[in-house]
């Protein structure tokens, strides 16, 4: 399957795969719409006790800037994305943009969940 992989130029963040290459904003107003620099995903107990999830106070702080520029997306993420422009919404964020970062944290939710 073909991945998308992130591309960051001058502060803006694309993801390209062979010839398509979409602009998805600059990488700040990605973590103004994500909220914050970083991401806490929170795992419950029983989710603690994975070998390879260190998070024994049960929360695992994800830098948003670095996942975003090192996490590949399927074509289907990013044909929902292409669909939005870079119109800036009421926030003054481009309407791509925050989309993008809406599915980028539900992804992260999604390591979570059970």
Known sequence: MKRYEPDCVDGTLYVVADEDR??????????AAVGSQTYVIEYDERQRTQPWLDADDGELEIDVRDAVTS??????????VRDFDMRTERYGLPTR????ADRFVDILEAQGRE
């Open 22 to 31: 979409v602009e998805i904003g600059s990488l700040d107003d990605v973590v």
């Open 71 to 80: 996490l590949p997306l399927t074509p289907e993420l990013v044909a929902e």
């Open 97 to 100: 943009t925050v989309e993008f």
